[in-house]
T-cell receptor
Framework: DTAVSQTPKYLVTQMGNDKSIKCEQN?????MYWYKQDSKKFLKIMFS???????INETVPNRFSPKSPDKAHLNLHINSLELGDSAVYFC???????????FGSGTRLTVV | SQQGEEDPQALSIQEGENATMNCSYK?????LQWYRQNSGRGLVHLIL?????REKHSGRLRVTLDTSKKSSSLLITASRAADTASYFC??????????FGTGTRLTVIP
């Protein structure tokens, strides 16, 4: 039983396209996150979200938008993809923001 | 930047030896956590140490925290080939999410 699952695992797409990455957690956690990991393995927070508020890292372009249909899902939608968006995107969840995070296995996005 | 930094960036040891990784951070924290990432996989939570704790153990893992120096260390004793991975520290400062360090890539040679 996968605790945090993301789909797809790999995504190859052309510049200018719009794509979505889905994330679901079955842990009953109340907070979910999206992180971007670049080629140097640096993890950068993009969004954190619980049922009360969405916190957006101000450096994230507005082409990226999280969508949460319910507490167990936090999807990532990306408009007008650019070459620099190529990275591995990780979804994570936690019970409150201060506890240990459970990560998904990542989505490797390649923009060509 | 709230990002922590791990030292060394890469570490290679023989199986059975101990591995020590260090993490330095810049701001006051509520807790500090260590994660492991195997190649091509997501991060796995290893251990959490609160700001009022100085040392914590979990199996072969030992974590220390020195808030006066804004630093932490992760010791893996009697290393195994399966410990080969990248290790990240992450800090929680009372805000909304964890800030991760730059990672230490550990290679354990059988």
């Amino acid at each position: 039983d996968t605790a945090v699952s993301q789909t797809p695992k790999y995504l190859v797409t052309q510049m200018g396209n719009d794509k979505s990455i889905k994330c679901e957690q079955n842990l009953g956690h109340d907070t979910m996150y999206w992180y971007k990991q670049d080629s140097k393995k640096f993890l950068k927070i993009m969004f954190s979200y619980n049922n009360k508020e969405l916190i957006i890292n101000e450096t994230v372009p507005n082409r990226f938008s999280p969508k949460s249909p319910d507490k167990a899902h936090l999807n990532l939608h990306i408009n007008s993809l650019e070459l620099g968006d190529s990275a591995v995107y990780f979804c994570a969840s936690s019970l409150g923001p201060s506890g240990g995070y459970t990560f998904g296995s990542g989505t490797r996005l390649t923009v060509v | 930047s709230q990002q922590g930094e791990e030292d060394p960036q890469a570490l290679s040891i023989q199986e059975g030896e101990n591995a020590t990784m260090n993490c330095s951070y810049k701001t006051s924290i509520n807790n500090l956590q260590w994660y492991r990432q195997n190649s091509g996989r997501g991060l796995v939570h290893l251990i959490l140490i609160r700001s009022n704790e100085r040392e914590k153990h979990s199996g072969r893992l030992r974590v220390t925290l020195d808030t006066s120096k804004k630093s932490s260390s992760l010791l893996i004793t009697a290393s195994r080939a399966a410990d080969t991975a990248s290790y990240f520290c992450a800090t929680w400062e009372g805000a909304n999410n964890l800030f991760f360090g730059t990672g230490t890539r550990l290679t354990v040679i059988p």
